[in-house]
């Protein structure tokens, strides 16, 4: 009776354990999933395909909304620096948009269509500034470096869409250099 006893316990005893086992294991499973989500969303909207500076940005709780926007602003931004937004600049912000993710149902979307026809206020790219700036103080040099490299590129594509005449000369104005080097002083 007592091995029966013994023997009852034991597996009470074994089956909690490899309960809780279970229950940490699926935890751990899923958050591994949610993560891994994470990252394909945050590469989906930048380009971004370093897993370390995808791993930083999830760290930092950026999500693939806040990065959408914060790679549109600058290019919206240089589209706009002499004043203008011509058709070819339109054409390259459609394509970095597609590139970014965005569907023509999304807000985001929405909100760069508006922008074709009126210039977003400045406080925009205030906003944008200030909220590279605190980013910038939690990424390392390298998950830094490849956001900057990744969203001033797209910035500067963006410059070069309808620079020049004919393909000669230069292709970017000193305006829109002017906010090109005003995105990348956010980063200092």
């Known amino acids: 009776m007592s091995e029966e006893f ?7 005893l074994e089956e ?10 699926l935890q751990q499973f899923r958050e591994t999933m949610a993560a891994k989500a994470q990252h394909d969303a945050l590469a989906a909207a930048s380009g971004i395909t370093d897993a370390a500076v995808l791993e ?11 990065l959408a926007a914060l790679s549109l602003v600058p290019l919206v931004e240089v589209a706009w620096a002499d004043g203008t937004l011509d058709a070819q600049e339109r ?13 023509k149902e999304s807000v985001s ?11 977003p206020p400045p406080k925009l790219l205030a906003a944008w500034k200030a909220y590279v700036a605190g980013l910038s103080r939690t990424l390392d040099v390298h998950a830094k470096g490849a ?7 797209r910035a500067r594509v963006i410059a070069e869409a309808a620079g020049g005449f004919l393909g000669l000369g230069k292709r970017i104005s000193s305006a829109e250099q002017a906010v090109l ?8």
């Open 181 to 188: 080097t005003e995105l990348e002083q956010a980063f200092a």
């Open 16 to 25: 909690e354990f490899f309960a809780k086992q279970n229950q940490r294991l």
């Open 56 to 66: 930083q940005l999830a760290a930092a709780d950026v999500s693939s909304e806040t």
């Open 91 to 103: 054409s390259a912000l459609l394509a970095a948009a597609e590139h970014a993710g965005l569907g």
């Open 6 to 12: 013994l023997g009852d316990r034991r597996k009470a």
């Open 109 to 119: 979307y929405q909100l760069l269509d508006a922008w074709f026809s009126e210039r």
């Open 147 to 153: 956001l900057k490299q990744d969203l001033l590129g």
